[in-house]
């Protein structure tokens, strides 16, 4: 392709993606990524946590060609999220991260990208092109930083100046010679609202996150028992955290989304934390199988819900958690334990000294022994004593 059509294909490409939903398109060429030796050095520290994918996937993330041969450009494009709902906090009903406010958003970008694939074919027949949302090999915020979309901010997200960082990122590889852009600036300045706002210190350091201390992390990627004094910190929040973004300047710019399937399902702002912490298996699945709570799993997300209700140190949150701490998971049964532990009432702790009697998982025994402690009561008998 000459140097002339490539910059028309290029042009028509981001009309394309802007009547397609996207409200920005970058085009970088395709080569290693520059991010390679930071990004291994994060690896060797651990900071991915129990995310071994990563690991196991990092020489493939920090090259394009090792995902698509032929690749010669990346058009990644920001399709924006934001509703614009200001949440009342109440403590005995649970926080989820605003990009799961509404359905499943791989269906909806992928389809868009689908579409501009198509246009591109139309002009191209013979063009190669995946296309990803999250769901590969692909490091789209670092790629979106290699164009001019935006820059990776001291939270470590991609950041517009147009828009903020309430987006979601679609990424395009292709064989063709496309007109890349010019990287954008860093415009984070002097600012650090990020770092001080994070609840756990996760941004240990600018642009430099520690998964295992991030709330996103533990309540949608870690599948374990969230460490204990983690717990306190993660308040009523149930999949996800948004504090390091709320705080940001940048999203004073941010705009309501047009996409209608991105507009909060019912009972997705602020739901009630009690009737989700009983649900089953069964009810899990039927309520979020097209939502982003689905990575979750039912046993890790009745988990948070059971953080939660504990950190609300509210009485009312009892019942909910005495079922929980009978629940046929050990994970919810331990952080039900704890959650009663953090209430402390007369009825929390005659619900923990009732279940200590039927426990048999050594891990939850351990637990509610824990939350007898913070009870105040006296040591618990050993197993089979």
Not at 261 to 278: F, S
Not at 318 to 338: G, I
Not at 371 to 379: M, N, Y
Request: hydrophobic share 40%.
């Amino acid at each position: 392709m000459s140097l002339l059509n490539a910059s028309v294909l290029s042009s028509q490409i981001r009309e394309e993606a802007l009547r397609l939903g996207f409200f920005k398109a970058g085009i970088a060429s395709a080569h290693p990524l520059s991010c390679g030796n930071n990004f291994k050095k994060w690896l060797r520290e651990g900071r991915h946590g129990a995310m071994g994918y990563l690991e196991r996937q990092a020489a493939i993330r920090l090259d394009p060609a090792r995902v698509l041969s032929s690749v010669r450009s990346i058009v990644v494009l920001a399709m924006n999220y934001c509703t614009g709902q200001a949440l009342a906090d109440s403590p005995l009903k649970g926080r989820i991260s605003r990009y799961a406010w509404g359905g499943d958003y791989h269906a909806v970008v992928e389809a868009r990208l689908e579409r501009l694939l198509d246009f591109i074919r139309r002009r191209q027949p013979s063009v190669e092109g995946l296309r990803y949302v999250d769901t590969g090999p692909v490091m789209e915020k670092a790629w979106g930083a290699e164009t001019s979309l935006g820059w990776i901010g001291k939270n470590t997200n991609l950041i517009t100046r147009e828009r903020g960082s309430w987006f979601f990122i679609g990424v395009l590889l292709l064989n063709l010679e496309l007109e890349e852009d010019a990287g954008s600036a860093d415009f984070c300045g002097k600012c650090a609202r990020c770092m001080q706002a994070c609840p756990t210190g996760a941004i240990v350091a600018p642009y430099l996150l520690d998964a295992r201390l991030c709330i996103s992390y533990l309540t949608i990627e870690f599948r374990g028992a969230i460490p204990r004094r983690l717990r306190p910190l993660i308040g009523n929040r149930v999949f996800g955290c948004d504090d390091c973004q709320e705080v940001c300047p940048w999203n004073r710019f941010a705009v309501g989304t047009a996409e209608r399937e991105l507009t909060p399902a019912e009972g997705n702002l602020m739901p009630d934390l009690a009737p989700l912490i009983r649900m089953t298996p069964g009810e899990f699945k039927e309520r979020f199988r097209a939502s982003p709570v689905w990575r979750a799993t039912r046993d890790g997300f009745v988990r948070n819900l059971a953080v939660a209700l504990g950190n609300s140190g509210m009485n009312e949150a009892v019942p909910a958690l005495e079922e929980a701490v009978r629940d046929k998971s050990p994970l919810v049964r331990a952080h039900a334990a704890w959650g009663l532990g953090q209430i402390a009432s007369r009825e929390a702790c005659r619900g923990l000294r009732s279940a200590l009697g039927q426990e048999s998982d050594p891990e939850v025994f351990e637990e509610i022994h824990l939350a007898l402690q913070d009870c105040g009561r006296q040591r618990a008998p050993e197993p089979g004593l």
